[in-house]
């Protein structure tokens, strides 16, 4: 559980420094999720950094709070882009997009 918070956090503090990045990157990862997902997570904290991750990177967000747990649902309609300036950065996006059940895939 850590550890995916600490990938959160990571991948959060990425975006925020890729996005400045525009002109330099190497590669880019392209990523799209048309239908609503959801994922239950039971630590606020880790909820409201995966919420910031995803609004930093362009998707409509929603949070609930039941039954013990907090439902962070998310959806990304039209394909975007994210620039990362190394190979390794793009495939670890990749892997995370995946993980959310996002349709992605990179371009060098």
């Given at each position: 559980?850590?550890?995916?918070?600490?990938?959160?956090?990571?991948?959060?503090?990425?975006?925020?420094?890729?996005?400045?990045?525009?002109?330099?990157?190497?590669?880019?990862?392209?990523?799209?999720?048309?239908?609503?997902?959801?994922?239950?997570?039971?630590?606020a904290k880790k909820a409201d950094t995966i919420a910031a991750t995803l609004k930093k990177l362009g998707c409509e967000v929603k949070k609930e709070q039941h039954n013990g747990h907090m439902d962070v649902k998310y959806?990304?309609?039209?394909?975007?882009?994210?620039?990362?300036?190394?190979?390794?950065?793009?495939?670890?996006?990749?892997?995370?997009?995946?993980?959310?059940?996002?349709?992605?895939?990179?371009?060098?």
């Amino acid at each position: 559980m850590h550890r995916f918070l600490a990938l959160a956090l990571f991948l959060f503090a990425a975006s925020l420094v890729t996005a400045s990045t525009n002109a330099s990157a190497a590669e880019v990862v392209h990523f799209q999720c048309k239908e609503w997902k959801a994922k239950h997570i039971h630590d606020a904290k880790k909820a409201d950094t995966i919420a910031a991750t995803l609004k930093k990177l362009g998707c409509e967000v929603k949070k609930e709070q039941h039954n013990g747990h907090m439902d962070v649902k998310y959806r990304c309609p039209k394909e975007r882009t994210l620039p990362v300036k190394t190979h390794a950065e793009a495939v670890k996006w990749e892997k995370w997009f995946k993980e959310f059940g996002f349709k992605v895939y990179h371009t060098h």
